[in-house]
C-alpha cells in the first residue's frame, strides 16, 4: 500500500491503494483498489464501475469492522476501482475494502500482495468461486507472487504452484498479516499423488479408475478401434449405426482412456469448473460434456447480454464434447461450432462486452442412419422416405463434417457378440502412442497439429505416400480431408511404435474416411 499526499489548501489528503484483481471473461485484470479519506459529511461510496455485488459490500464491510472493536472513521470515505474501464464484480473485493478503512492511519509493511476475500458480518474471511480463476489466471500472467487469501480456500488455492499464500480466517489475521514484517516462506509446491509420466522433465498425470469399461461393449470391434485411434490423437470421431447398438455407451467410456494431462491442463479444467460454480475434484481425468439436441446456442457457446458466461464448450475444454443425435442439433449450431473445432477458441460477441474463451475439446458424436433408425438394418425395415433420408443428411453441411477426421459404421448386436477389450487395456494403448507423439517433440497431439506441423511429424514412406496420392486423384479429396488422413495414420502409426507411416497405417486411415 502507499500513502500518496495530495496537497490541498491547508489539508492533505492520503491516497491509499491494495491490489485486487477481477475477471474479464476468464482472464483476470489487476484491480488497485484506492481509498481517501476527507473531512465533511461522513459518507461510505464505491465507484469505478462496480458492480452491485460490490456496492453491497459497504454494509458487509461496515458491519465486519464495527463487529470486531474498529471504529469507523467519521470521515468522507471514497472507495475507487481502477482501472475505470473495466467493470468489476465479485465479493473477493470485501477484503481489500476493509483492510483499507482499518488501517487508514497505519503503515503497511507488505507491498505488493494481492487480497481476495469476502467478509461475513461478523469479520470471518470467506472463500467464493471466483478466488481460483482470479489467482489462477494472475499466475499464467506472471503478475502474482504472494496472496492474502480466505483459509477456506486453501483447500483448492494450494494447487496452484509457485504462489505464497498468506491464509487468514478473519478480518483481524488479515491485519496482522497485512502488518507483518516477517520474511517470505517458499513457494507452494502441490505434490499429486496420483500415476504420472516424466517425458523431458515434464510430469503427465493419469488414473486408473475405469468406472466405464469397454469389454461392457459386446462387439463393435471396428468402433472400438476407431474410438481407440480417436482417444489416442484426440481425433474428432463420428459414430453412425442402428439404436441401441452402442454409440452412447462408447462415449461414455472415452473419458477415461484419453492422454495424461499435466499440471497446466489439470488447473486449466479445474478454472472452467470454478467458473461455471463447480467445485472440481483436481483427478487427472478430461471432462465429459454432452449437452441435449434441444440446447440453446447460448447454452452450448455461453453468452449472456450484459456478462458473458461460458457455455458447455468452454466446459470441454482439454475433454470431449458428445453430441448424440447430431443432424437434430439446430443447424446454426452445428455450423457455429465449425469455428472453434479449428481454432480451439470461442469468441463471443455482444454488445456490452466481448470475450473468448479457450475450447480445445475432442468432438465426439453419433448418429442414426436415417430418421426411423434402421436403413442398415438386416432384420427391420427402415419406414423412411428417400427424400426424408436426403434431407436428414442434408443437416450435416460438407464444412462442418470436414472437421472429423474418424467415421465409424457400427455393426448390428448380435447375442453371440462378448466383450473383449478392457479399457485398461485400451488407456495403455494410447499412453504409449501419447509417448511416441511427447518424445518426437510435439506441444500438441496429431488430431490437433497445426497445418505447418503436418510435414514435420508425419513421415511417410514411399510406398504409403503413393497409396495416399492415388486416393486423392480417385476420391477427390479437399485438403482438408487430406490433412486429417495424414494425421490419423499418424497416430496409428504411433500406436504400432512405428516412426514412419506405412502401407498398412494409411490404408487403415482411408478405412475411416467419410463417404459421400
Known amino acids: 500500500m502507499e500513502d500518496l499526499p495530495i496537497e490541498s489548501g491547508e489539508e492533505s489528503v492520503n491516497i491509499n491503494r491494495l491490489k485486487s484483481a477481477t475477471l474479464d471473461g476468464t482472464i483476470a485484470k489487476v484491480v488497485e483498489v484506492e481509498a481517501t479519506f476527507t473531512k465533511g459529511l461522513p459518507g461510505f461510496s464505491v465507484v469505478g464501475l ?11 464491510v461496515k458491519a465486519s469492522l464495527l463487529t470486531n472493536g474498529f471504529v469507523f472513521p467519521p470521515l468522507k470515505i ?20 476493509a483492510l483499507l478503512i482499518a ?28 478466488i481460483f480463476p482470479l489467482v489462477l489466471s494472475l499466475k499464467e500472467q506472471n503478475l502474482i507472487d504472494k496472496a492474502i487469501v480466505p483459509k477456506e480456500a486453501m483447500e483448492y488455492l494450494s494447487h496452484i504452484p509457485q504462489i505464497e499464500f498468506i491464509p487468514v480466517s478473519s478480518i483481524t489475521e488479515a491485519i496482522l498479516a497485512l502488518q507483518s514484517k516477517s520474511e517470505a516462506k517458499e513457494k507452494n509446491i502441490y505434490t499429486y499423488s496420483q500415476k504420472s509420466i516424466d517425458i523431458k522433465g515434464i510430469k503427465y498425470y493419469y488414473t486408473e479408475d475405469y468406472k466405464e469399461d469397454f469389454f461392457d461393449v459386446k462387439g ?14 484426440l481425433h474428432n470421431l463420428l459414430m453412425e449405426g442402428s439404436p441401441g447398438c452402442g454409440k452412447s455407451m462408447i462415449a461414455k467410456r472415452l473419458g477415461y482412456i484419453l492422454p495424461p494431462l499435466k499440471e497446466s491442463e489439470i488447473l486449466s479444467i479445474a478454472k472452467h469448473q470454478f467458473l461455471d460454480g463447480q467445485i472440481p475434484s483436481f483427478k487427472p481425468l478430461r471432462p465429459i460434456r454432452s449437452p441435449h439436441h434441444t440446447a440453446t446456442s447460448a447454452s452450448i457457446f455461453g453468452g449472456g447480454s450484459h456478462s458473458a458466461r461460458i457455455g458447455e464448450i468452454a ?31 470461442v469468441n463471443i460477441a455482444r454488445v456490452n462486452n466481448k470475450i473468448s474463451y479457450e475450447a480445445d475439446f475432442m468432438f465426439v458424436s453419433a448418429m442414426n442412419p436415417c430418421p426411423c433408425g434402421n436403413l442398415l438394418s438386416k432384420t427391420k425395415e ?20 470436414d472437421r472429423i477426421d474418424i467415421f465409424v459404421t457400427m455393426q448390428e448386436v448380435d447375442s453371440q457378440d462378448r466383450g473383449s477389450v478392457t479399457s485398461k487395456q485400451m488407456h495403455h494403448e494410447v499412453l504409449k502412442a501419447f509417448v ?24 511417410f514412406e514411399n510406398k504409403a505416400l503413393e497409396i495416399l496420392n492415388r486416393a486423392v486423384e480417385r476420391f477427390g ?40
Open 50 to 60: 462496480a458492480g452491485s455485488d460490490i456496492q453491497e459490500a459497504k454494509e458487509r
Open 78 to 97: 471514497t472507495i475507487n476501482l481502477s482501472p475505470s474501464d473495466i467493470k468489476k464484480s465479485g465479493t473477493h473485493l470485501d477484503l481489500p475494502i
Open 103 to 130: 488501517l487508514n492511519d497505519n503503515e503497511i509493511k507488505k507491498e505488493g500482495v494481492y487480497i481476495f476475500g469476502e467478509l461475513g458480518l461478523d469479520g470471518r474471511v470467506k472463500s467464493s468461486t471466483m
Open 220 to 233: 463393435q470391434e471396428i468402433a472400438k478401434r476407431g474410438a481407440l485411434i480417436a482417444s489416442a490423437g
Open 315 to 345: 466446459l470441454a475444454h482439454k475433454g470431449v464434447l458428445f453430441f448424440d443425435e447430431l443432424p437434430h442439433f439446430n443447424k446454426n449450431i452445428l455450423e457455429a461450432l465449425r469455428e472453434p473445432m479449428q481454432d480451439r477458441r
Open 382 to 401: 427402415c419406414r423412411c422416405k428417400e427424400s426424408e433420408i436426403k434431407r436428414y443428411r442434408n443437416r450435416l453441411s460438407d464444412p462442418f463434417l
Open 436 to 459: 511416441m507423439q511427447k518424445n518426437r517433440g510435439q506441444d500438441s497431439l496429431n488430431g490437433k497439429l497445426k497445418d505447418s506441423e503436418i510435414d514435420i511429424y508425419c513421415t
Open 477 to 516: 479429396l479437399s485438403h482438408r480431408s487430406i490433412v486429417s488422413i495424414k494425421k490419423v495414420s499418424r497416430t496409428i502409426a504411433d500406436l504400432d511404435s512405428s516412426n514412419l507411416i506405412q502401407k498398412k497405417h494409411i490404408l487403415e486411415a482411408l478405412s475411416y474416411r467419410r463417404r459421400k
